[in-house]
C-alpha cells in the first residue's frame, strides 16, 4: 500500500471515528447539559439533579435491584446455555439447529407479546412462589438468549471441542472438571461477551418489569421523570455510561495477553461484532 | 523413564472381543475380534471408513459398543466411563489444552488422580525429559511446533501411568521429516515403556515401521493380523496385497499351485486354488529387468515408459503391450534405463496371491 494510500485511509478511518463518536457522544451529551440545568432560565449550573439520586426514594432500590438482576440472568444464562451448548456439540449435533432456531426465537417475538404469555406464569408465582423483583430473572433469561447464545456460540466455534473433551475424559476428568478446567477457561472473551451482553440488556429492560408491574432501574427512571426531569435524565445518563462501559469492557479485557492463533483472532473479532451490535440493541429496542 | 515403570507399568492384555458398532445404516466395526499381548504394538492399518478408528474409541471409551466386550488386565471394562479407564491417548488433532503450558498439560491427569503437587512436578519432569521437552515445559501450545505439541501430548498421555496407550493417527498432521522422526521416538518411548499400545493409522509405512504386528481393516473386519514381514510378503487377501505396498495385477492361468504369468511359473501363496485363469498380485520388487540378451519380441519383452526417481531406489513403468509393469531397483540399477529403453522382465518366483477376477493395470 502506497503512503498516500495509507494516509488517506487514516483520514477516513479517523473521519468516521469523529461521525460515530459525535453520534454517540452528541446525544448522552445533551442529557448531561440537561441534567446540570438550573431551575430557571438563567439559573447556574447545578449538580443537584445527580446528587438527589441518592436521596429520591426508591431510585436505589431500583438501581441495586437491576444489578441484582443483571448478575442472576448472567449467571442463570450462562448456567443453561453453556453446559446445553457443549452438550448437544458432543453428543447431539442433530440437534444444534433445533437450538439455534430455539435460542433465537425471541429476538422475533416483541416483548409485549412475550410479557403476554409470562403474564399467567408471573401471577402463579407472585402468589405461590416468591414476590420478590428478582423472579424477573426467569424471563429475562429467555430475554437474553439470543444474544448469549450467539456470542457463546462464536467461542464454541473456535475450541477444537470434541479433541480438547475427549483428551481430558481420557486423562480422568469428569464433565464438571471439563467444562470448568478445559472450556470454560479457553472462551473467556466468549464468556464474558455473554455476560455483559446480559448485564447491558438488563438494565436497560423496561417493558418486561413495566408490565409485571415490578420497578427496576428503568421503570424507576420513569416514574422519578414525572416529578424531577432532571434527576430522571441523570440516572438514564449514569446507566447508559455504565452500559457503554461495560461494552468498552468486552472490546479490551480478554484479549489473550501472548500472540494468538488466526482462529482465535476470528473469534474474537466475532464476538466484538455481535456483542456491539447485540449491546446497542438491546439499549434501544427493549 | 525408569525400568520399574515410572512413567507405566509392565504392559497388560488387551482384549477386544466381538466388538459391533453400527451408525445408522452402516456398520463401522462388525464383531472384530482382538488381543493385544502385554507390552504390544499393534498397529491398526486401512482407509478411510473402515473401522480402525472406531475400534480405538471403543477401546478408549469414548464410544458405546453395540455388542461385544473390552478386556483390560481381565477386566471387563464395556460399560466403565473413558474417565476411569485408565488409558492415556493421543489424538490426530492437535488436543493440549490451550490454556496451560506444556507441564501444566502433563500434570492435569496427575490432578485428576490426585497426586501431590511435589510428585506430581516430578512425573512432569520426568516424561517431558522422556520426550526430550523438558526445556519447553513453561510454553503454551501455540508457541510450540506440530511436532513438540504431540510429544506432550504423548508425555501427558504416558504421565498418567496408563494401562494402555491409544495412538490416533497422532503423526498425521505432521510433515514428512518430523513425522520420521516422531515416530521412531514413540517407537522407543513406548519399548522403553513396555506399555501395551493400539496405534491407527492409515499409512502403512508407519504401520510397517512401528508396529510389532499390524492389523489391516476394510469395511469394519480384520483382514490380516501378523507381523509386518508376514503382512507385506504374504498377504492374506488381495485386499491387503493391494493396500500394503504396491502390486502389479497381471493376468494368469493356475496350474497345478502355481500361477502361469506370461510364460513363468510362481508358486501360490494359497495352493489349493482352484486351476484356470487369474489375476496374479506381483510386488514391484519382484520384478527385475534386463537391457542385454535376448531383446526379441515376447511375452515379457517390453519398453520403459518412465523412471520414478525415489531416492535409493527407483521405480519403473514398463509398457508390456497389453499391460504395464511397475518394477522397483536400486537407483544405481536404474541409471541406464530411460524411456524407450528395451528390457526383458524377470520375476522373482517369491510366492504369490491370485485374485479371480478381469485383470486391470497396475494399483498404487
Redesign the interface.
Known amino acids: 500500500m502506497s503512503r498516500s494510500r495509507r494516509r488517506n485511509l487514516q483520514i477516513f478511518r479517523f473521519a468516521v471515528f469523529v461521525v460515530m463518536g459525535a453520534f454517540f457522544l452528541g446525544p448522552i451529551g445533551a442529557m448531561f447539559e440537561f441534567s446540570t440545568r438550573g431551575n430557571s432560565v438563567n439559573a447556574p449550573r447545578t449538580l443537584s439533579a445527580w446528587t438527589a439520586i441518592g436521596t429520591t426514594p426508591g431510585l436505589g432500590d431500583a438501581i441495586i435491584a437491576s444489578l441484582e438482576l443483571a448478575a442472576i440472568t448472567s449467571v442463570m444464562m450462562l448456567v443453561l446455555v453453556l453446559p446445553t451448548m457443549v452438550w448437544v456439540r458432543l453428543r447431539l449435533p442433530q440437534l444444534n439447529r433445533v437450538i439455534e432456531f430455539i435460542c433465537l426465537m425471541p429476538l422475533t417475538v416483541p416483548a409485549i407479546a412475550l410479557v403476554v404469555g409470562f403474564r399467567p406464569i408471573y401471577i402463579w408465582i407472585n402468589i405461590n412462589v416468591t414476590d420478590s423483583i428478582l423472579a424477573l430473572s426467569l424471563s429475562y433469561v429467555i430475554l437474553v438468549l439470543p444474544y448469549s447464545y450467539r456470542a457463546l456460540d462464536a467461542g464454541l466455534a473456535a475450541l477444537?471441542l470434541k479433541?480438547?473433551t475427549?483428551?481430558?475424559?481420557?486423562?480422568?476428568?469428569?464433565w464438571g472438571?471439563v467444562m470448568l478446567?478445559?472450556i470454560v477457561?479457553?472462551m473467556p472473551s466468549a464468556i464474558l461477551n455473554a455476560s455483559l451482553l446480559s448485564v447491558a440488556l438488563v438494565l436497560g429492560e423496561y417493558t418486561f418489569a413495566n408490565l409485571l408491574n415490578f420497578e427496576n432501574l428503568q421503570v424507576a427512571i420513569a416514574y422519578v421523570g414525572l416529578t424531577s426531569a432532571g434527576t430522571s435524565v441523570a440516572v438514564a445518563v449514569a446507566s447508559l455510561v455504565f452500559a457503554f462501559a461495560l461494552l468498552l469492557i468486552l472490546s479490551f479485557v480478554g484479549r489473550p495477553p501472548?500472540?494468538?492463533?488466526k482462529a482465535d483472532e476470528a473469534d474474537l473479532q466475532t464476538g466484538r461484532m455481535v456483542s456491539l451490535s447485540g449491546g446497542l440493541i438491546g439499549r434501544t429496542g427493549r | 523413564m525408569t525400568a520399574d515403570g515410572s512413567a507405566g507399568r509392565s504392559g497388560v492384555e488387551v482384549r477386544l472381543e466381538d466388538l459391533t458398532r453400527k451408525y445408522a445404516t452402516t456398520t463401522a466395526l462388525d464383531r472384530l475380534t482382538l488381543t493385544l499381548a502385554p507390552g504390544e504394538l499393534v498397529a491398526l492399518l486401512g482407509p478411510s471408513g473402515c473401522g480402525k478408528t472406531t475400534a480405538l474409541r471403543l477401546l478408549a471409551g469414548l464410544e458405546e459398543a453395540d455388542s461385544g466386550r473390552v478386556v483390560i488386565d481381565g477386566e471387563d471394562v464395556t460399560n466403565v466411563p473413558a474417565n476411569r479407564r485408565n488409558i492415556g491417548m493421543v489424538f490426530q488433532a492437535y488436543s493440549l489444552f490451550p490454556h496451560m503450558t506444556a507441564r501444566k498439560n502433563v500434570e492435569f491427569g496427575l490432578q485428576m488422580q490426585h497426586v501431590g503437587p511435589a510428585e506430581r512436578r516430578d512425573r512432569a519432569t520426568e516424561v517431558l525429559d522422556l520426550v526430550g521437552l523438558s526445556m519447553h515445559a513453561n510454553k503454551f501450545a501455540h508457541q510450540m511446533s506440530g511436532g513438540q505439541q504431540q510429544r506432550v501430548a504423548l508425555a501427558r498421555a504416558l504421565a498418567i501411568r496408563p494401562r494402555v496407550l491409544l495412538l490416533d493417527e497422532p503423526l498425521s498432521a505432521l510433515d514428512a521429516k518430523v513425522r520420521a522422526r516422531l515416530r521412531d521416538e514413540i517407537r522407543r518411548v513406548q519399548m522403553e515403556v513396555g506399555i501395551t499400545t493400539l496405534f491407527v493409522t492409515h499409512d502403512q509405512e508407519e504401520a510397517l515401521a512401528i508396529a510389532d504386528r499390524v492389523g489391516v481393516m476394510q469395511s469394519g473386519h480384520l483382514e490380516q493380523l501378523g507381523p509386518p514381514t508376514e503382512v507385506y510378503s504374504r498377504p492374506a487377501t488381495p485386499f491387503v496385497a493391494d493396500f500394503v505396498g504396491l502390486t502389479n495385477r497381471i493376468k494368469g492361468v493356475v496350474r497345478d499351485g502355481s500361477v502361469d504369468v506370461r510364460g513363468e511359473s510362481i508358486p501360490l501363496v494359497h495352493p489349493d486354488v482352484e486351476d484356470g485363469p487369474a489375476t496374479a498380485l506381483i510386488r514391484p520388487e519382484a520384478v527385475s529387468l534386463a537391457t542385454n540378451g535376448d531383446l526379441a519380441d515376447g511375452p515379457l519383452v517390453g519398453t520403459v515408459i518412465a523412471v520414478a526417481f525415489l531416492g535409493a531406489t527407483s521405480r519403473v513403468t514398463v509398457d508390456l503391450g497389453d499391460t504395464t509393469v511397475l518394477a522397483q531397483m536400486p537407483t544405481s540399477a536404474a541409471t541406464l534405463l530411460k524411456a524407450g529403453t528395451k528390457v526383458r522382465l524377470a520375476m522373482r518366483t517369491d510366492p504369490v496371491l491370485v485374485q479371480r477376477e478381469e485383470p486391470a493395470t497396475t494399483t498404487p
Open positions: 477444537d479433541t480438547l475427549e483428551a481430558a475424559r481420557s486423562l480422568g476428568a469428569g472438571t478446567r478445559v477457561p479457553n501472548v500472540p494468538v492463533s
